[in-house]
C-alpha cells in the first residue's frame, strides 16, 4: 500500500511540477531496504542494491538522450528495491506498454504523426552519420509531445501487482 501511495504521489507531483521529489524517492528506498534486510537478514542488503541498481543500467542510455527522466528511473529503482525483480519486471513490461498506448492517443488527439515520425527519422539518421548517442530533439512550442512516464509506472505497478499478487 505505501508503494502505490508514495506513486501516486510521485505521479501527482509530476504531472503538476515536471519534477519527482528527492524526498519521496529516498523514503521509498528507504523503505525497500528495511523491507528486504527485515526478510533476507544482512544478505537483503545485497539484494536491495542489485534490485536498485537493475533500473539504473537499463534505463542509462535512455537518460542520455533524454528520453526518460532520472526521476522514472528512480521510481524503477524504487519499486525493484521494495518489492523484487518479479514485481520490478512486470512494472517496466506494464509501464512502457502504457506509454505507449498514452503516447500514441497523445499523438491522434494533437494530429501529429506524420511530423512526430519525421522528428523520429532525423534523428536515427542523425545518429547513424555521426555514429554519436544525441539528446532526442525536444519540441519548443509547448509540452505536446511531453508524457509524464510516472503516471505509466503508477499503472503499470497497479496492474503488475494485480498480477502478481
Same mark, same amino acid.
Given at each position: 500500500?505505501?508503494?502505490?501511495?508514495?506513486?501516486?504521489? @510521485?505521479?501527482?507531483?509530476?504531472?503538476?511540477?515536471?519534477?519527482?521529489?528527492?524526498?519521496?524517492?529516498?523514503?521509498?528506498?528507504?523503505?525497500?531496504?528495511?523491507?528486504?534486510?527485515?526478510?533476507?537478514?544482512?544478505?537483503?542488503?545485497?539484494?536491495?542494491?542489485?534490485? %536498485?541498481?537493475?533500473?539504473?543500467?537499463?534505463?542509462?542510455?535512455?537518460?542520455?538522450?533524454? @528520453?526518460?527522466?532520472?526521476?522514472?528511473?528512480?521510481?524503477?529503482?524504487?519499486?525493484?528495491?521494495?518489492?523484487?525483480?518479479?514485481?520490478?519486471?512486470?512494472?517496466?513490461?506494464?509501464?512502457?506498454?502504457? @506509454?505507449?498506448?498514452?503516447?500514441?492517443?497523445?499523438?491522434?488527439?494533437?494530429?501529429?504523426?506524420?511530423?512526430?515520425?519525421?522528428?523520429?527519422?532525423?534523428?536515427?539518421?542523425? %545518429?547513424?552519420?555521426?555514429?554519436?548517442?544525441?539528446?532526442?530533439?525536444?519540441?519548443?512550442?509547448?509540452?505536446?509531445?511531453?508524457?509524464?512516464?510516472?503516471?505509466?509506472?503508477?499503472?503499470?505497478?497497479?496492474?503488475?501487482?494485480?498480477?502478481?499478487?
Amino acid at each position: 500500500m505505501l508503494s502505490l501511495t508514495l506513486l501516486s504521489l @510521485a505521479a501527482a507531483t509530476d504531472i503538476q511540477c515536471y519534477y519527482i521529489s528527492n524526498r519521496l524517492i529516498i523514503s521509498g528506498l528507504l523503505f525497500g531496504c528495511f523491507f528486504q534486510v527485515s526478510e533476507w537478514g544482512m544478505k537483503g542488503i545485497g539484494v536491495f542494491l542489485i534490485n %536498485v541498481s537493475i533500473p539504473v543500467i537499463l534505463f542509462y542510455l535512455l537518460y542520455l538522450i533524454r @528520453a526518460l527522466g532520472a526521476g522514472d528511473i528512480k521510481l524503477f529503482s524504487m519499486i525493484g528495491g521494495i518489492w523484487g525483480l518479479q514485481v520490478l519486471c512486470a512494472t517496466i513490461a506494464g509501464s512502457f506498454l502504457i @506509454a505507449a498506448f498514452l503516447s500514441f492517443c497523445k499523438i491522434l488527439y494533437h494530429r501529429n504523426l506524420i511530423s512526430r515520425l519525421r522528428v523520429f527519422k532525423g534523428y536515427i539518421c542523425q %545518429v547513424l552519420v555521426s555514429g554519436r548517442l544525441l539528446t532526442y530533439p525536444q519540441e519548443f512550442s509547448g509540452n505536446r509531445h511531453i508524457i509524464h512516464f510516472s503516471v505509466a509506472i503508477f499503472i503499470g505497478y497497479a496492474i503488475a501487482m494485480e498480477v502478481s499478487y
